[in-house]
């Protein structure tokens, strides 16, 4: 399309990302509904979609909405891969690229006008050369600003490219529903529809304090600015991460507390190494869970110095799985996942008042050293080089794909 003015920033996404992986490789599925995953559904294709089968889903009541659909198991490996090959051509593009997970990305291609062209131009070779390098479909949305290159994206899904000019921002905006905006999920959504409000326009029209009053200061001041077009963030290239975490889905089945502490040891371990592999330190330990009525609990740790030491947040995470134990006796588990949260540069220190606890004693030279020549073994030998003996029986689950820590 031809406009005489257009924003910076695409937005480009990759349509069902592991079932497209899996059509590519296989043309036999190309054009039929594809299932990534058996037990719970990582991802579906557009021919699955249509049929209503979602992300997340279970996989017996996906096969209910579409039986003639083709299961494939996934494969974490080949997806990764995948995903570094598309933010190699991102890169090609432009250096100002801000990955916001492995198969979709913010850039800025502002400055490029007298050496590349329009965004629109950028962004029409960028498919292309997904499409012609990595054999992957992508979509990509244009505008002034994340928030909208984000909603022109997913406008335009699947295999599309979507501009929306500058002059034309509320035009496009205001007739969407309430749930596109960022920030509105279902609780959000059903406050929002309760008292008649279902459009962005609708939001728009409100007046801040009403949504303040709606849904709080900071939803409601964010979901203002939106509804008006106003996002000042900036593509932001190699923005690190604020935490890192990893879950495990454990079924309806009851789990023994040493079960369940065979998880935590796992998940440990391998969040600890990421932490070390990517020169960073945490100070706060969070316990996840969900119960088989449905509900979720969060339980957190703040540690009184950051820390990488596996045994050190071992003993944390142990504490907070036991304090929890009677909510876990009494409704069920059925996924459990920790995070580490307050991230910083490995080597940052934290000044603290003895106000509340001396700080711990710090790490003895031998506490470190282990942790360093474990990670060098598993680095050169693989991850399941070595292992606790705890875990020798122990199945590790599914480690998804991501972008660097």
Known sequence: MFVTSEGPILHADLDAFYASVEQRDDPRLRGRPVIVGGGVVLAASYEAKA?????????????????????????????????????EVFRQTTPAVEGVSIDEAF???????????????????????VLAQVGLPITVGVARTKFLAKMASGVAKPD????????????????????????????????????GVRTVRQVA?????????????????????????????????????????????????????????????????????????????????????RFADFTRATRSHTLADSTDHTETLLCAARGLLSAAQPLVYDRGLTLLGLSFSNLDSHGAVQLALPLDQPSSPALSAEATALD?????????????????????????GMEMPMLPD
Do not use: N
């Open 107 to 129: 850039l800025d291609v502002g400055g490029l006008r007298r050496i590349a062209g329009r965004p629109s131009e950028i962004a029409v070779r960028l498919r292309a050369e």
């Open 160 to 195: 599309g490219l979507l501009v929306v000019p500058p002059d034309q921002e509320l035009e496009f905006l205001h007739p969407l529903p309430v749930e596109r905006l960022w920030g509105v999920g279902k609780v959000t959504s059903a406050k929002l529809r309760e008292r």
């Open 205 to 289: 029209e409100l007046p801040e304090a009403a949504l303040v009053s709606m849904l709080g200061p900071g939803s409601g001041r964010h979901l203002h600015a939106l509804a008006h077009g106003r996002d000042p963030r900036a593509v932001q290239p190699g923005k690190r991460r604020r935490s890192i975490g990893s879950q495990r889905a454990l079924g309806r089945r009851s789990r023994s507390p040493a079960e369940l502490d065979e998880i935590v040891v796992s998940i440990v371990d391998r969040l600890a190494r990421r932490l070390r592999g990517a020169s960073r330190v945490c100070r706060t330990v969070v316990l996840r869970m």
């Open 372 to 396: 360093s020549a474990v990670d060098a073994l598993r680095d050169r030998f693989g991850a399941a080089a070595l292992t606790r003996a705890a875990l020798l029986s122990h199945e590790a």
């Open 51 to 87: 049929l209503g089968v979602r992300t997340a889903m279970g996989g017996a009541q996906a096969r209910r909405l579409c039986p003639h659909a083709v299961v494939v198991p996934p494969r974490m490996p080949v997806y990764s891969a995948a995903s570094k090959a598309v933010f």
